[in-house]
């Protein structure tokens, strides 16, 4: 019996023995998972992990010969587009459990490097558009998530997403494997973006099941050498999901990888492009990646919608084939600031408006669209694509008109340059905002660029060089012309000065930066006035060169100030302001149709631009932006001003008015 208690007591200690050091492997490795941290240096929250998705225990999202696979399960993608940077981030949630109700499983994003890091060496994923944040809000509403991260995104977002400081080199070359200090800083941004997204795949727990490499690469070029760099670098950081490029179905070839899963992007008839792809990638599922259920607007053209019998007829064709779809966009946005992109024209740019409403099937102002989110939604019935029952359609969020406002105060121009922080730079000859040493060598970015300079007599001014996008031309504060150019367009102006002259005379040169192409044609993309200005055949010279970017500090000053005056309407350009009342905060739209060009901010925050030559309108406010009781709001006019702006509860996106 003794013997019997001593062989089950070394057995107890040997289970002891195994057992404690497994122990203690758990527990550091519990910590260690508890002390990850994400972008904003919290613990990924995980909601809805299942032991069967704990990273080694399941495969993610893979491909057959006919369609996906989730954890080895057929899995149709049911996706929409929704752009975290396009939507205030107290509105994330609302828009995601629209998305959710409509029937959806996959959210789709793109990561706009610019946003991340406006100047060079400062890379920043927190603040208020907080991508550590919004892909744990997906993952706690149960989608799965597919990024794109770029580095360039199109999305006609400002210069596709790519940093302006890029352009501060006067060699650059973009989006290509031939330019090694472009390379360099891809690689310097993605050692820190790509980390982030690999704690966030599906395997590390997360929601993301599958990554886009560099986007549409085909209608710009082929560079095999410089996708595959971009590949190696997912790699490297461990984005261990599904890879995949998008392109027409007319580039496949360009833009593909081999090895890795092309998809399309479409919206004219889907068996073209569907039967391109199934020919150009036999045995391999159909994806389109963006399916354009309506289409984003340029100023001075009319706003774009898709009828909701073509959308149904589109959408009923792409199921019927079998193939996966994601929706660009199913949430509409707003281009907030000065993040509008432009697409090149031939004297001048087409520049997007601040609107990315895109007649999506869930509005700029989260609204569910009247007709064609019912119709998706029965289209995914119809195709036995959902396996339970959706809930009601959502209702749509409240909206208020806040009334007329009068406009209070004004600051001159001259006074708004005297609140400008830091000196203005000082050249022989005007040159671009990228080319300025501000924001450690970064350059200027967005907003204005004054170009000034003193003369005492001149018969004659004569502009020669290269402006881009939109100058107006002042003599000592009177307006004599307004000139549109980009890159195309040679510049040879010539202004008669004779009947302006004083004694001491001022020329101003303010050219505003409209928002840089974001498609195709993108290493030329500087923006203010390089060139000459002769007097008689005489080079003007020096210039001062004054950045107007409306950041931060700047706007601060402006509150600040006690240079403002009472109103009245002021020489062009220069600030108003005002103040509205709120009893009550809901969404609310700024009619501006009275006034002619400028951008608005609301309690300091840059809602975007504003022009009379439309089609839009009104400039959404969302909730998030308001508060109870007073709440300012200061105009940067262009032109002409008006004496009032109107608070109303509908937006107006489809009025044209001629000038």
Not at 91 to 120: C, I
Not at 285 to 294: R, S
Not at 575 to 600: C, H, P, Q
Request: net charge neutral.
């Amino acid at each position: 019996m003794r013997r019997l208690k001593l062989v089950l007591m070394n057995m107890k200690l040997k289970r002891v023995a195994i057992a404690v050091p497994l122990l203690i492997v758990a527990l550091i490795a519990w910590t260690r998972f508890r002390q990850r941290p994400s972008s904003t240096s919290r613990p990924l929250e995980h909601d809805s992990v299942t032991p069967d998705r704990v990273p080694g225990g399941s495969v993610g999202l893979t491909v057959g010969e006919t369609s996906f696979f989730f954890d080895g399960k057929p899995f149709r993608i049911l996706g929409g587009s929704f752009h975290y940077f396009r939507t205030h981030p107290e509105q994330w949630s609302d828009r995601l459990a629209k998305m959710k109700a409509a029937g959806l499983n996959v959210v789709t994003t793109y990561v706009p490097w610019n946003l991340h890091e406006t100047v060079r060496g400062r890379v920043e994923f927190a603040g208020l558009f907080d991508l550590g944040r919004f892909i744990e809000l997906v993952h706690r509403m149960d989608f799965r998530m597919i990024v794109r991260p770029g580095p360039y995104i199109c999305a006609e977002w400002e210069f596709g997403g790519l940093p302006s400081w890029l352009l501060h080199d006067p060699n650059m070359l973009v989006r290509t494997s031939k330019y090694q200090p472009f390379l360099d800083s891809v690689k310097e941004y993605f050692d820190k973006l790509l980390p982030l997204l690999a704690r966030y795949t599906y395997r590390n727990g997360g929601p993301i099941v599958a990554f886009q490499i560099e986007n549409e690469y085909g209608s710009y070029g082929h560079d095999p050498d410089y996708m595959l760099f971009l590949k190696s670098l997912y790699e490297k950081h461990g984005l261990n999901e599904l890879y995949f490029t998008s392109d027409g179905d007319e580039h496949l070839e360009e833009g593909s990888i081999p090895g890795v899963l092309a998809t399309v992007n479409f919206k004219k008839d889907p068996l073209i492009p569907l039967k391109a792809l199934q020919t150009f990638q036999p045995n391999k599922p159909l994806m389109v990646t963006e399916f354009w259920p309506g289409w984003f607007d340029h100023w001075d053209e009319d706003h774009h919608r898709m009828p909701v019998g073509e959308f149904t007829q589109k959408v009923d064709a792409i199921l019927s084939m079998n193939a996966s779809i994601n929706f660009y966009m199913f949430v509409g946005g707003t281009n907030f600031g000065f993040w509008n992109g432009a697409n090149a024209g031939d004297r001048a740019d087409l520049t997007t408006i601040t609107s990315y409403d895109y007649d999506a099937l869930i509005s700029e102002h989260g609204d569910v669209h009247p007709t064609k989110y019912k119709a998706f939604r029965e289209l995914l019935e119809k195709h036995n694509l959902i396996s339970t029952p959706l809930p009601q359609i959502p209702r749509n969020s409240p909206k208020i008109a806040l009334g007329e406002v009068s406009i209070k105060e004004s600051l001159q121009f001259e006074d708004l340059v005297k609140l400008l922080p830091g000196q203005p730079s000082v050249q022989k000859k005007p040159t671009f905002m990228e080319f300025l040493g501000i924001y450690e060598g970064s350059g200027q970015s967005f907003g204005w660029i004054l170009y000034r300079s003193k003369f005492e007599s001149a018969k004659t001014l004569k502009l020669k060089g290269t402006l881009q996008n939109r100058g107006q031309v002042f003599l000592n504060g009177k307006l004599l012309k307004i000139i549109r150019g980009n890159e195309k367009k040679v510049l040879d102006e010539s202004l008669h000065l004779d009947s302006l002259l004083e004694e001491e005379n001022v020329l101003d040169i303010l050219v505003e930066n409209m928002g840089r192409v974001n498609y195709k044609e993108l290493n030329r993309e500087r923006c203010g006035f390089l060139g000459t200005v002769e007097l008689d055949k005489k080079k003007l010279s020096p210039w001062q060169h004054f950045s107007l970017d409306f950041s931060d500090d700047f706007v601060k000053k402006i509150k600040k100030s006690e240079l403002w005056q009472s109103f009245k309407v002021e020489r062009s350009p220069a600030l108003y302001r005002t103040y509205v009342s709120a009893n009550t905060v809901e969404d609310t739209f700024l009619d501006m149709s009275l006034w002619t060009k400028g951008i608005v901010l609301i309690n300091g925050f840059n809602v975007g631009r504003y022009w009379s030559v439309g089609p839009q309108q009104t400039l959404y406010i969302p909730k998030p932006l308001l508060r109870q009781g007073s709440n300012e709001v200061i105009i940067f006019e262009l032109e002409k001003a008006a004496e009032k702006v109107s608070f109303i509860s509908w937006p107006i996106l489809n009025t044209r008015i001629e000038a």
